[in-house]
């Protein structure tokens, strides 16, 4: 696949879910959660939007990692902290299909 194939997610109200991969030392990972969580919330207009999917230390190097979900995207301060922060070992961010629930809408006939 050539670097013209492959699409970079854009963050913007109109984007569609973005899942966030961070990679961190282990002795971070619980810190830079909260910490990340909490930037996301204050830069999101409804902080719904934003749910941890999954985080820990990975099985074979044992670094710390976290996987976290914004509805519409993520903001660009969240993704320009990411790229500064000493914390941050490294990161992906990528579209996808939302792993909330929707919900169901009720029929009254």
């Known amino acids: 696949m050539s670097k ?3 699409q970079q997610p854009q ?6 879910t973005q899942c966030a991969m961070i990679l961190c030392l282990k002795r971070m990972v619980n810190q830079l ?3 990340l969580v909490d930037l996301l919330e204050q830069h999101t207009e409804d902080p719904s939007r934003v749910r941890v999917i ?3 230390i990975t099985q074979k190097c044992h670094d710390g990692f976290m996987v976290l979900e914004c509805l ?3 903001p660009q301060e969240f993704v320009s902290w990411l ?3 000493n914390d ?3 990161f992906v961010i990528y579209d996808c299909g ?3 629930p929707e919900q169901e809408e009720s029929s009254h006939e």
Not at 11 to 16: V, Y
């Open 4 to 6: 013209e194939q492959i």
């Open 11 to 16: 963050a913007t109200k109109l984007a569609p």
């Open 88 to 90: 941050v070992e490294s």
């Open 98 to 100: 939302s792993t909330q």
């Open 33 to 35: 959660v909260d910490e």
């Open 72 to 74: 519409g995207g993520f």
């Open 54 to 56: 999954s985080y820990g």
């Open 83 to 85: 790229r500064v922060d």
